[in-house]
């Protein structure tokens, strides 16, 4: 079994909705991200979670939120999808290491807004 | 602030040819750097990571790369190239707060 996984996989929706996208690891990482990816642009960070009770923004919150409902269990909401907010979803997760922790990434979620 | 430039969107080689992917980046102390690949529908599975030490860095799938701070570059190399690593390459610096920051991304095109 896959160590970080998220669901769904794949998904489209209509302007306006509210979405959430679901991220699940089980090797027992204590920190956890979400990232979006735009063709050209790489990835961008969106939030992270160095964990439970801790949160913080990245580079490009605005329109998304988040939940760390446990250690194992990472959530990212768009309360009122948009279009320009089509795009690849990754979860990522990391341990603490050596410097800068090496992060593994899920399969991605690709999101579709309408 | 860090950065990544991926000079390269596209590169194109034959099957059994030699590949360079270039990396530069911009960080003020010294960078913790990261080739991550992405396969057609898959994630980022991470190829090879310098922190520090050696600065020649062996990775998975034949894969090296080789950090040179004068030239602030981390370039990825392999000597032959399989029609498998047809993919999109990315490099990241990691930055203050335990993150990493990521280039553009590369996409390789393997002919036969």
């Known amino acids: 079994d896959a160590d970080v996984t998220q669901t769904p996989r794949n998904r489209i929706t209509k302007t306006g909705k509210r979405i959430m996208l679901e991220c699940s690891q089980t090797?027992?990482?204590?920190?956890m991200y979400w990232y979006r990816q735009d063709p050209g642009l790489g990835l961008q960070l969106i939030y992270y979670?160095?964990?439970?009770?801790?949160?913080n923004k990245g580079e490009i919150s605005d329109g998304y939120s988040v939940s760390r409902q446990a250690q194992a269990k990472f959530s990212l909401s768009l309360e009122s999808a948009i279009p320009n907010q089509t795009a690849l979803y990754f979860c990522?997760?990391?341990?603490?290491?050596?410097?800068?922790?090496?992060?593994?990434f899920g399969p991605g979620t690709r999101l579709t807004v309408l | 602030a860090q950065s990544v430039t991926q000079p390269d969107i596209h590169i194109t080689v034959s099957e059994g040819a030699s590949l360079e992917l270039r990396c530069n980046y911009s960080?003020?102390?010294?960078?913790?750097l990261f080739w991550y690949v992405q396969s057609p529908g898959q994630g980022l599975q991470l190829l090879l990571k310098?922190?520090?030490?050696?600065?020649l860095v062996q990775g998975i799938k034949g894969f090296e790369a080789e950090f040179k701070r004068s030239q602030s570059s981390f370039n990825l190399r392999k000597p032959s190239v399989h029609w498998s690593d047809a993919a999109e390459y990315f490099c990241?610096?990691?930055?203050?707060?335990?993150?990493?920051?990521f280039g553009a991304g590369t996409i390789l095109r393997v002919k036969s």
């Open positions: 990522a997760t990391s341990d603490h290491g050596e410097g800068t922790d090496t992060q593994y």
């Open positions: 090797k027992g990482h204590d920190r």
């Open positions: 979670s160095f964990d439970v009770k801790d949160i």
């Open positions: 960080y003020g102390a010294t960078p913790y």
């Open positions: 310098y922190f520090s030490g050696d600065t």
């Open positions: 990241a610096v990691g930055a203050p707060g335990n993150k990493l920051v």
